[in-house]
């Protein structure tokens, strides 16, 4: 049954709304209140509801997302060649600290089945995870870990995987470049993620500039054994070792020393821990229009109940949400976190500048074709991600989260660099939401995906695991999908559920931002 044209006006006094049916309306569709359309108007682009003049303001979520640059008619197709973006918001004169969301109720009596660390950290996983100082060794290291699944993990049936950290830095670069701390920082709390049980093992080549003991320098593992007296040995395995004669002794080398490890990770079981214990990251992807209507606000209600029972949550992306620093600094909790965002935007500001590029480089062909004319709209429809709790401590590139509640993550927008950072700063588990739709995932943390439209979770039905789109097919409200994406959250932190990304084994190779200088 063909469906009444249908369209999604986010405020009162936004002049565009979106077309809902899929396929779009055709010229000469009259919509519910008369209008009549001017032009055929795809799916989840906008249409102008009233007469907009030349230089007039075009208003989404009730902020002006661009500027006509000539007179649009009523009922016309709104898109970005009609209109000029608004300058970025300025850094300074912002609202900090104004904005104090009602206190809400605890949510108490959520638990998960997790695995708890010696560092008192939780994974929702038991992984071995090979962590590589350099690129270099990343063919040695791949081929012994296809060797340790089929050999070895079979006999270790309460280990979940084994996964090497490989990754495009450690040598050629300016190592000591102030920059540089990013990606190696990265890398470091990469390896000590929650998921990894405090197991660190590093194969090396031996001459690379990122040596093993500046990436995991003495004091950076955590002791196992609390009655120690001295920190645990760097378990390395380096290729360039005079008792490796030969491919295979360097492979052996490094599945004997992988056994240790799995031992000891084999041992250990689940355990009931509270909800607070989740270390959660939210990303978007593949964004469209109904990002912001659907998968993004339902999110954002899931973000509120994870603050409600003490969890983690961080939300990212920095040019996906520089153009609402002004909502950021507001809902700061203290003057200080409001100034640590406005001085993480301003660095990217310069890192942006640096490359002789802006925040329009955001956003892609794909957005603008999901109905996303420029990063304004994109980024009014990224930030509800959030929610509306207050925001409570950021985290810079690389990187640890030492802190409960809502965190900003100072990310770039790109996803597998967005999600490797997340990963550094100790997440345990993934959402991911899409509208033109990503195999996105990741082999470190399970990795949920959210559709923003039913058509994509149709179509992709054995690769997302909850439909926001049913939002706006009046099916569902968003508190309804944000309870369901909570509960979904337990199962698959617990291990009761796996989501498509690991039940197909997509996983996106990681991606350090490396801002310093390649020599």
Known sequence: MTR?????????????????NEGGLPAGT???????????????????????????????????????????????????????????????????ATVKPPAQEPLTGYTFEGYRNPDGSVGTRNILAITQTVQCVAGVTDFAVQRIKAELLPRYPNVDDVVALEHTYGCGVAIDAPDAAIPIRTLRNISLNPNFGGEVMVVSLGCEKLQPERLLPPGAIPVVDQRADADP????????????????S??????????????????????????SELVVGVQCGGSDAFSGVTANPAVGFCTDLLVRAGATVMFSEVTE????????????NTPEV??????????????????????SANTTPGNKQGGLSNIVEKAMGSIVKSGRSAISGVVAPGDKATQKGLLYAATPASDFICGTLQLAAG???????????????LAEVPVIKVATRSELARRWHDLMDVNAGRIADGEAGIEDVGWELFHLMLEVASGRRKTWAEQWKLHNALVLFNPAPVT
């Not at 369209?7 to 006094?13: E, G, K, L, V, W």
């Not at 052996?252 to 799995?262: F, N, P, T, V, W």
């Not at 997440?427 to 995932?441: A, D, K, Q």
Request: glycine share 6%.
């Open 4 to 20: 009444p044209p249908h369209t999604i006006r986010m405020h009162a006094a936004d002049n565009v709304a979106i077309v809902a």
């Open 30 to 96: 009259v919509l519910a209140d008369g209008l009549v359309l001017l032009d055929k108007v795809p799916q989840a682009h906008k249409v102008a509801l009233v007469d907009i003049p030349e230089g007039g303001a075009v208003r989404r979520y009730d902020v002006p997302i661009g500027y006509a640059i000539k007179p649009i008619p009523a009922g016309s197709w709104v898109h970005e060649r009609l209109l000029h973006m608004p300058e970025a918001r300025e850094l300074e004169r912002l609202p900090i």
């Open 233 to 248: 040995a760097l378990d390395v395995v380096c290729l360039q070792d005079d008792a490796y004669v030969g491919f295979m």
């Open 250 to 275: 360097m492979v052996e080398s490094i599945l004997r020393q992988a056994e240790h490890h799995l031992a000891r990770l084999n041992a250990r079981r689940r355990e009931t821990v509270p909800a």
């Open 321 to 332: 949400v520089r153009d609402g620093i002004d909502q950021l600094t507001s809902r700061a």
């Open 338 to 359: 409001a100034q640590a965002m406005v001085a993480q935007m301003a660095w990217y500001d310069a890192y942006l500048a640096r490359g002789q590029v802006d925040r």
């Open 427 to 441: 997440m345990n588990l993934h959402v991911f939401t899409t509208g033109r739709g990503t195999p996105y995932g």
